[in-house]
T-cell receptor, first 109, second 114 residues
Framework: DAKTTQPPSMDCAEGRAANLPCNHSTISGNEYVYWYRQIHSQGPQYIIHGLKNNETNEMASLIITEDRKSSTLILPHATLRDTAVYYCIVRVENNDMRFGAGTRLTVKP | NAGVTQTPKFQVLKTGQSMTLQCAQDMNHNSMYWYRQDPGMGLRLIYYSASEGTTDKGEVPNGYNVSRLNKREFSLRLESAAPSQTSVYFC?????????????FGNGTRLTVT
């Protein structure tokens, strides 16, 4: 299984873009990149996922490098409510979904 | 749709007591998962069930048993609770097959073992 590396914490100014990096240098060709976030002690919330191409939805954009060894989650206009722990997971389409420690993003006024 | 429902929301046990955490989903998902989250830590996978009738160990299965009762329900049992099992327990489900689908989580069960 590909392992992921994320910075433990990041700050972002309200209204600015938040760019959260994730390294997954051992990713294999059929492994997806997933992003989740967890606000306070609620259940994690799905944000976005992708395989090779960049993806965008109403919450965020996911940029995957051409070699697929790293990705960046972009929150285009961060708000205070985006303060959370963000998890990057790399997994094939099967059943064992394991989370790492994630990045604690703090959005500041 | 309720999504993923966990019961109870809170529980306090004494060391050595047993209990079962319940999880049910109404999204017709085939895979279900149990995670624990200790204070200030990420989620760790305890057990998962790829489909009805199958279960597999995750990262931290010791001290726990699971039952996939039917497609909707996946329970987690602590036979003899220990203080080290004080944690927040999350159940999740997802649809597997032909495409990638995300996990859907419940709101957690907060367990304290004294």
């Amino acid at each position: 299984d590909a392992k992921t590396t994320q910075p433990p914490s990041m700050d972002c100014a309200e209204g600015r873009a938040a760019n959260l990096p994730c390294n997954h240098s051992t990713i294999s060709g059929n492994e997806y990149v997933y992003w989740y976030r967890q606000i306070h002690s609620q259940g994690p919330q799905y944000i976005i996922h992708g395989l090779k191409n960049n993806e965008t939805n109403e919450m965020a954009s996911l940029i995957i490098t051409e070699d697929r060894k790293s990705s960046t989650l972009i929150l285009p206009h961060a708000t205070l409510r985006d303060t959370a722990v963000y998890y990057c997971i790399v997994r094939v389409e099967n059943n064992d979904m394991r989370f790492g420690a994630g990045t604690r993003l703090t959005v500041k006024p | 749709n309720a999504g993923v429902t966990q019961t109870p929301k809170f529980q306090v046990l004494k060391t050595g007591q047993s209990m079962t955490l319940q999880c049910a989903q109404d999204m017709n998902h085939n895979s279900m998962y149990w995670y624990r989250q200790d204070p200030g830590m990420g989620l760790r996978l305890i057990y998962y069930s790829a489909s009805e009738g199958t279960t597999d160990k995750g990262e931290v299965p010791n001290g726990y048993n699971v039952s996939r009762l039917n497609k909707r329900e996946f329970s987690l049992r602590l036979e003899s609770a220990a203080p080290s099992q004080t944690s927040v327990y999350f159940c999740a489900s997802r649809l597997i097959g032909g495409f990638s689908s995300p996990l859907h989580f419940g709101n957690g069960t907060r367990l304290t073992v004294t």
